[in-house]
């Protein structure tokens, strides 16, 4: 009895000792993370995810690496829906989604909350009714209204200093609008409140065209394009949902050979240098560096168990030829 209780006490302290002597390394864990954008060749969604891909880098140690894939949904939903549906048969931990068809939410949110991997929801924002479906999810944008209005103050500040602006001295401000992708929150509401605030201000507005150039560069240039030839020199002033479409708009002015102001939204680079180059009026902070950090420190924070509010708000800032240097 008494060599077995010494052999017992010599094999546990073998043990300890052992324990005691293995390396001190903790062990790696790994967060596998899918960002599923609506399409890649979009230039401020690009600025977007290549920040949210550095950020996860900054915020990888060597106990905890986030292991980050991003897919292109190339603009169609079905795509996009088969690349989620792969990261979710991989056994991703977390997952970003920039949608390509809001009204596809709802379907997008039962396949996550099936599979229990929280999810931020970025750009396009699905409705109050789909973000009430799970409670490990939520929504990461920058109020729309506020881009639009900025813009209108561009437009007014730009009319009330420059009485040559109404070419055909009516007091009305004609203009035309280049609206992006249907399904877009921020097209719709760009729209209507940049207009809405040039009227606040007691000038009277007149449309003259009003089309889709979808956020798309080339769609700007041929639609700004149409709209010379049928209207000419009564367009007084170009709005545009975003910098896209207003370097578009910029072309074709330039082709036709007329100055009229253009007011885009995003800040983008080539937009800074638009305005740098007395091209482009003015422009309103789309902050993806402010959003891909937010959507990120989010995603985390569900990762965590963390409760969540349903929305988080990235603030615009109104861009203009007397504070672009600030944005370059
Ligand atoms: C908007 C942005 C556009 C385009 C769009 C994509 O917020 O202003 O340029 O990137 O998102 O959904
Ligand atoms: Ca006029």
């Not at 937009?271 to 959507?295: C, K, Y």
Request: glycine share 6%; proline share 2%; aromatic share 8%.
């Amino acid at each position: 009895m008494r060599k077995i209780l010494m052999l017992l006490a010599i094999l546990m302290l073998s043990v300890t000792s052992l324990s005691a002597c293995a390396p001190a390394e903790p062990e790696t864990s790994t967060v596998k993370v899918g960002i599923a954008i609506y399409k890649f060749d979009d230039t401020f969604m690009t600025n977007y995810r290549t920040e949210m891909e550095a950020y996860f880098a900054t915020l990888s140690t060597d106990a905890m690496m986030y292991e980050v894939s991003i897919t292109d949904g190339k603009n169609d939903q079905a795509t996009q829906t088969e690349q989620i549906d792969s990261f979710i048969a991989q056994g991703y931990n977390l997952l970003i989604v920039n949608l390509v068809d809001l009204t596809a939410a709802s379907t997008i949110i039962e396949k996550v909350k099936a599979a229990g991997i929280p999810t931020v929801f970025i750009n396009r924002q699905p409705s109050t009714e789909d973000m009430a479906l799970w409670d490990k999810i939520t929504y990461v944008g920058a109020k729309a209204e506020d881009s639009g209005t900025y813009q209108g103050e561009i437009a007014v500040d730009l009319w009330k200093n420059d009485a040559a602006l109404d070419k055909n001295a009516d007091g009305v401000m004609q203009y035309i609008m280049l609206m992006g992708q249907e399904i877009h929150q921020d097209a719709a509401l760009r729209t209507e409140y940049s207009i809405k605030k040039v009227v606040a201000e007691g000038i009277e507005v007149e449309v003259l065209f009003q089309e889709r150039g979808n956020w798309d560069r080339v769609l700007g240039q041929e639609k700004t394009a149409a709209a010379l030839a049928q209207f000419g020199d009564e367009i007084e002033m170009v709005f545009a949902n975003n910098d896209d479409m207003a370097l578009g708009a910029i072309e074709a002015l330039k082709a036709a050979g007329k100055v009229i102001p253009v007011i885009g939204v995003d800040a983008t680079a080539p937009a800074l240098d638009a305005i740098a180059a007395g091209d482009l009026a003015g422009t309103v902070l789309n902050d993806s560096v402010g959003q891909a950090h937010t959507s990120v420190d989010k995603a985390v924070a569900l990762l965590n168990g963390e409760t969540l509010e349903k929305e988080y708000w990235v603030p615009y800032v109104k861009v203009t030829p007397e504070n672009y240097k600030d944005f370059q």
